[in-house]
């Protein structure tokens, strides 16, 4: 199994600052990609932001500039830090990593369990 826990969520006033965290254990052979989802109450998941092995950086326009993604290889994190944060950024933030896993031969996405990020005055 991959494993995802994520941790930083809170509440935070519009235009603050969070950093999520997300560290990954179990059986990886090799990871793709990793990154950050969020959910809203009553919308669908959407992409914040995701980070290839090469270092390779992709984000949401509503996110860029204000959002910044990171991984380190050897420890199997990825964080996100979020700056000058809006009402609308409240949402449920899910961590995903692209891989393959140990005990199998195909890359498949996996996801941690969330955390909530509450932006309001």
């Known amino acids: 199994q991959v494993q995802l826990v994520e941790s930083g969520g809170g509440l935070v006033q519009p235009g603050g600052s969070l950093r999520l965290s997300c560290a990954a254990s179990?059986?990886?052979?090799?990871?793709?990609?990793m990154g950050w989802y969020r959910q809203a109450p009553g919308k669908q998941r959407e992409l914040v932001a995701v980070?290839?092995?090469?270092?390779?950086?992709n984000y949401a326009d509503s996110v860029k500039g204000r959002f910044t993604i990171s991984r380190d290889n050897a420890k199997i994190t990825v964080n996100l830090q979020m700056n000058s944060l809006k009402p609308e950024d409240t949402a449920v933030y899910y961590c995903?990593?692209?891989?393959?896993?140990?005990?199998?031969?195909?890359?498949?996405?996996?996801w941690g369990k969330g955390t909530l990020v509450t932006v309001s005055s």
């Open positions: 995903n990593l692209y891989g393959r896993s140990r005990r199998l031969s195909d890359a498949m996405d996996y």
């Open positions: 980070i290839i092995i090469g270092g390779s950086t």
């Open positions: 179990g059986s990886i052979f090799s990871i793709n990609t």
